[in-house]
């Protein structure tokens, strides 16, 4: 049996229900239990705002394994556009008949799947069946006159919003608490799986980017190994949704986001049923800090202390000071090549930081520090080990990275086989891997004495010619995509 939460901005809409509706700030604070039941979340929060407490409660209900509606992919998928130009859209079959302007609402809103308006039951229904959320706000601008469909009807184009709760009219919330509470007792369903295609590659890079993922001889030693193990490699550095249908494989060589392109080209990679690494899954596990450190916590991955807060109250600092001593790592959830990630000294710094930074995200984690003369970084790939480093840290510096003006400075590195790693090391890459998916990860580990600390899981980890490839040279580009070949034949046409 499940225990269904159900997390809201406002509580006193559902004041007169026995539903089990609780705030962002409970949900973050009290769970996961121990020896809790098996749970799902409904979330009816505003997950419009990108790192909304909307937003974070999916992402947080994923990371503690509650099964939850709506799905990160989703809120993502319903601010998903082609280069931010409008809502998106909802196909709807030709046959379907819409009503003449003046009978046409404004809006149509979609509680669950289900629409008070009968007429509207199957554009509810389909809305739902493609975007799995709570509650959809519809609108539909209807075409012109000569345009109209094979049964003479005139031809709607549906856009799609996600709205929490309170945007719901108040004419409509008691039907929506009635559809509430219906779901409740009913079965989640997921999405059906897209059709399956099969064997040329595309490898997305950026020649732009300062500190790209793999430099132009990597590049090329991919597409080498690519055609070693017959597929056909093309490298790209500008690639439409709509055009990621002609590959039956997909290799992101670019800084991944969230809220970019690269996740919006691999979510349509998905949808055509490419083999696709990064895949959205790791893509949003990895980008996001607060989802790895919960994941950790609920996981048992050996991590540094930390915490998250949505507060620069002085109170807060002073518990942050008392819990984790100084200094304090403080990170934006979503950082790369130490970017958006700083060491505070004392509580001044803290609050000035914690300031800044809240102002761009609900979350800042704040971790404990841990001094390292260098970290690990275990690569894996379908859940294996499959290369190791030593990364030192910067010259006068706490980091790996040291970014000045236009200019950045690492440490130096060493390349070894896996199996020269201490044995801590390579279990926690294993386990850390584990809680992002089976893809190609970059693990970050520090090792003080006995204690092995995982800092975090890269989903686009560095591949550079005579750095992570050092040791086993071409075999490494052909491991991967041995990997890539492997899923191409289990997944057939």
């Given at each position: 049996?499940?225990?269904?939460?159900?997390?809201?901005?406002?509580?006193?809409?559902f004041?007169?229900t026995?539903?089990n509706?609780?705030t962002?700030?409970?949900?973050?604070?009290?769970?996961?239990?121990?020896?809790e039941?098996?749970t799902?979340?409904?979330?009816?929060c505003d997950?419009?705002?990108?790192?909304?407490?909307?937003?974070?409660?999916?992402?947080?209900a994923?990371?503690?394994?509650?099964?939850?509606?709506?799905a990160?992919?989703?809120i993502?998928?319903?601010?998903?556009?082609?280069?931010?130009?409008?809502?998106p859209?909802l196909?709807?079959p030709?046959?379907?008949?819409w009503?003449?302007n003046e009978s046409?609402?404004d809006?149509?809103?979609?509680?669950?799947?289900?629409?008070?308006?009968?007429?509207?039951?199957?554009v509810?229904?389909v809305?739902f069946?493609?975007?799995?959320?709570?509650?959809?706000?519809?609108?539909?601008?209807?075409?012109?006159?000569?345009?109209?469909?094979?049964?003479g009807g005139?031809?709607?184009v549906?856009?799609c919003?996600?709205?929490?709760?309170?945007?719901v009219?108040a004419?409509?919330q008691g039907f929506?608490?009635?559809r509430?509470?219906?779901?409740?007792?009913?079965?989640?369903?997921e999405?059906?799986?897209?059709?399956?295609m099969?064997?040329?590659?595309?490898?997305?890079?950026?020649?732009?980017?300062?500190t790209?993922?793999?430099?132009k001889?990597?590049?090329s030693?991919?597409?080498k190994a690519?055609h070693n193990?017959?597929?056909?490699?093309?490298?790209?550095?500008?690639?439409?949704?709509?055009?990621?249908?002609?590959?039956?494989?997909?290799?992101?060589r670019?800084?991944?986001?969230?809220?970019?392109h690269?996740?919006?080209l691999a979510?349509?990679?998905?949808?055509?049923g490419?083999?696709?690494?990064?895949?959205?899954?790791?893509?949003?596990r990895?980008?996001?800090?607060?989802f790895?450190q919960?994941?950790?916590?609920y996981?048992?991955?050996?991590?540094?202390q930390?915490?998250?807060?949505?507060?620069?109250?002085?109170?807060v600092?002073?518990?942050?000071?008392?819990?984790?001593?100084l200094?304090?790592?403080?990170k934006?959830p979503?950082?790369?090549?130490s970017?958006g990630?700083?060491?505070?000294?004392?509580?001044?710094?803290?609050?000035?930081?914690?300031?800044e930074?809240?102002?761009?995200?609900?979350?800042?984690?704040?971790q404990?520090?841990?001094?390292?003369?260098?970290?690990?970084?275990?690569?894996?790939l379908?859940?294996?080990?499959?290369?190791?480093?030593k990364?030192?840290m910067?010259?006068n510096?706490?980091?790996?990275y040291?970014?000045?003006?236009?200019?950045t400075?690492?440490?130096?590195?060493?390349t070894?086989?896996t199996?020269?790693?201490?044995?801590?090391?390579?279990?926690?890459?294993?386990k850390?891997?584990?809680?992002?998916?089976?893809?190609?990860?970059?693990?970050?580990?520090?090792?003080?004495?006995?204690k092995?600390?995982?800092?975090?899981?890269?989903?686009?980890?560095s591949?550079?010619s005579?750095?992570?490839?050092?040791y086993?040279?071409?075999?490494?580009y052909e491991?991967?995509?041995?990997?890539?070949?492997?899923?191409?034949?289990?997944r057939?046409?």
């Amino acid at each position: 049996m499940h225990n269904t939460l159900i997390v809201a901005d406002d509580l006193s809409p559902f004041a007169q229900t026995s539903l089990n509706v609780i705030t962002f700030d409970s949900y973050l604070a009290d769970f996961p239990k121990l020896n809790e039941p098996k749970t799902r979340v409904i979330n009816l929060c505003d997950t419009g705002k990108y790192l909304s407490q909307g937003y974070y409660c999916s992402l947080l209900a994923q990371a503690r394994k509650h099964g939850v509606l709506p799905a990160v992919k989703t809120i993502n998928d319903l601010r998903m556009t082609d280069e931010g130009h409008g809502l998106p859209r909802l196909s709807l079959p030709d046959t379907f008949i819409w009503p003449d302007n003046e009978s046409l609402p404004d809006a149509i809103y979609v509680l669950f799947g289900q629409t008070k308006d009968q007429h509207f039951a199957k554009v509810a229904e389909v809305a739902f069946r493609y975007y799995p959320c709570p509650i959809l706000k519809l609108t539909v601008h209807l075409a012109g006159e000569n345009a109209v469909t094979s049964t003479g009807g005139p031809i709607g184009v549906v856009e799609c919003e996600a709205i929490g709760f309170n945007d719901v009219p108040a004419s409509l919330q008691g039907f929506a608490i009635e559809r509430l509470q219906a779901f409740t007792e009913s079965h989640w369903r997921e999405r059906p799986q897209s059709k399956k295609m099969r064997w040329d590659m595309a490898i997305l890079v950026n020649p732009d980017e300062t500190t790209p993922p793999s430099d132009k001889k990597a590049i090329s030693q991919f597409v080498k190994a690519a055609h070693n193990v017959g597929i056909n490699a093309e490298v790209v550095s500008h690639l439409r949704p709509d055009d990621v249908g002609h590959y039956d494989a997909l290799l992101i060589r670019e800084t991944t986001a969230i809220d970019h392109h690269t996740y919006r080209l691999a979510r349509a990679a998905e949808r055509e049923g490419l083999v696709v690494i990064d895949d959205t899954q790791s893509i949003l596990r990895c980008c996001n800090k607060v989802f790895l450190q919960d994941a950790f916590t609920y996981q048992q991955v050996p991590a540094p202390q930390s915490q998250f807060v949505s507060s620069h109250e002085d109170s807060v600092c002073e518990k942050l000071i008392s819990d984790l001593g100084l200094p304090l790592v403080l990170k934006l959830p979503e950082s790369s090549f130490s970017r958006g990630v700083y060491k505070v000294e004392d509580a001044a710094e803290l609050k000035a930081r914690l300031v800044e930074m809240l102002s761009a995200s609900a979350l800042v984690l704040v971790q404990e520090y841990v001094y390292t003369e260098f970290d690990w970084r275990i690569g894996m790939l379908g859940g294996k080990p499959i290369y190791a480093c030593k990364y030192y840290m910067a010259r006068n510096h706490w980091q790996i990275y040291n970014h000045k003006g236009d200019g950045t400075d690492s440490g130096d590195f060493a390349t070894m086989p896996t199996f020269e790693v201490p044995k801590a090391v390579l279990q926690a890459a294993t386990k850390a891997a584990k809680v992002v998916g089976n893809g190609l990860y970059g693990v970050d580990i520090k090792q003080s004495g006995n204690k092995v600390y995982v800092i975090e899981v890269n989903d686009n980890p560095s591949i550079d010619s005579g750095v992570e490839d050092k040791y086993l040279g071409k075999a490494l580009y052909e491991l991967i995509m041995q990997e890539f070949v492997n899923r191409l034949e289990l997944r057939g046409r």
